[in-house]
Structure formats: C-alpha cells, structure tokens
T-cell receptor
Framework: DGGITQSPKYLFRKEGQNVTLSCEQN?????MYWYRQDPGQGLRLIYY?????DFQKGDIAEGYSVSREKKESFPLTVTSAQKNPTAFYLC?????WGGGYEAFFGQGTRLTVV | KNQVEQSPQSLIILEGKNCTLQ??????????LRWYKQDTGRGPVSLTI?????NTKSNGRYTATLDADTKQSSLHITASQLSDSASYIC????????????FGGGTRVLVKP
C-alpha cells in the first residue's frame, strides 16, 4: 500500500518545547517537502529536499529544522524559536525535484501550542 | 511578486447544481497549473495538471480550463455531490526558481442537499 504517511495526526506543544513531526514515504520518491497551512492562506514552503543528505530552506524556514538521512524519511522539528507554530503541517513528495512532477501529500499534522 | 488569487473564497451550492471556481495568477514564467481538492483536515489530492499548451482538461465531473494569455484558470464542477464539499486549491509552477509551486488560498465549497 504505497503512499506518504505523517504522524501524529494531532500534536500539542508547550511553550519552549521542540517537537518533531514524522513524514515517511514508500513511493521511492527523491524529492520531499514540508509545507505550513494557515486558515485562508495558501501553503507555504518550509523546507525541501531534492535528494538524500541534502535539503534547502523554503520561504519560511526560521524556527524549523529538518534532516534527510534516508530516502524514505524527512522529519521536521519545530523548535522553540518558532514563535507562532500553531498550524496544519503537510509533507509531500515527488518523483523528482521540480514543478513538472506530481506532488503527493500526506494527511497532515495539526500542531497546537498549549 | 508571484501570486495566485482564487475567487470566491467560499460558496454554497445545492446538490446536483454546477459551479465554477476562478484562479488568476501573476506567476511568470509559467510552467504548469494544477487544481487540488482538499477535504477538511486532510492533505490535498490532485485533480488536474495543465501545461502552457493545454487549455482544457477533465477528470470525471471536474473540468479545468486555462487561458495562458490572460493568466486565468477555472475549475468547473458538474452535477455537484455532497462529497464535493471541500477546499479547491489552484497551484502554479514557476519555470524559474527550480519550478517552485505557488499556492492560492483556496475556495471552500459546501454542497447542501
């Protein structure tokens, strides 16, 4: 059953804590992405990775960090430096980097600061 | 500034009726345009993808059109069903900047029985 899986579905963070969102794909895709979605706004790119052991900042990378040690996995850490982390986070993958390729999305993680 | 604007922000239609969603973009140079459907609390799912040379593409009851000269796209939903209630997102790919995707804010559609 191929696809892209995000976990957890819901996550609560206390002020000053770091939390890590998981994203795993078994589609054999090289490229993976993290987006943030706020109500009424378009998705904004946080980080992307074109290939294993390489990743690049997107438009709103401040307060976030990622790693890409395995092709299948692209975890996102929301650090305490991110001042407004409450949002819906979406992970995506595509067979290769570039807008010409279909992007497949996970089901999202809703992060709430308590 | 590269932008993708969608209208209306939301609409309510009766089951069985048709509706049309609009997308205007200022992205340049243009690579392709996609429409995604996003159910509440879920990830977006692709409906159509169109390149510069295509001006219409269908996926079941969904038909997308593209006018690259006026930089406008529309998504037409025919004979709406309750399951069509979702947000519809227009996404444009910029040919430069590594084919980066630029997302519109979406149109929220509610289909009532």
């Amino acid at each position: 059953d191929g696809g892209i899986t995000q976990s957890p579905k819901y996550l609560f963070r206390k002020e000053g804590q770091n939390v890590t969102l998981s994203c795993e794909q078994n589609l054999n895709h090289d490229a993976m992405y993290w987006y943030r979605q706020d109500p009424g706004q378009g998705l904004r790119l946080i980080y992307y990775s074109q290939i294993v052991n390489d990743f690049q900042k997107g438009d709103i990378a401040e307060g976030y960090s990622v790693s890409r040690e395995k092709k299948e996995s692209f975890p996102l850490t929301v650090t305490s430096a991110q001042k407004n982390p409450t949002a819906f986070y979406l992970c995506a993958s595509s067979i290769d980097w570039g807008g010409g390729y279909e992007a497949f999305f996970g089901q999202g993680t809703r992060l709430t600061v308590v | 500034k590269n932008q993708v604007e969608q209208s209306p922000q939301s609409l309510i239609i009766l089951e069985g009726k048709n509706c049309t969603l609009q997308c205007n973009y200022t992205v340049s140079p243009f690579s392709n345009l996609r429409w995604y459907k996003q159910d509440t609390g879920r990830g977006p799912v692709s409906l159509t993808i169109m390149t510069f040379s295509e001006n219409t593409k269908s996926n079941g009851r969904y038909t997308a059109t593209l006018d690259a000269d006026t930089k406008q796209s529309s998504l037409h939903i025919t004979a709406s069903q309750l399951s069509d209630s979702a947000s519809y997102i227009c996404v444009v790919s910029i040919k430069a900047a590594g084919n980066k995707l630029t997302f519109g804010g979406g149109t929220r559609v509610l289909v009532k029985p």
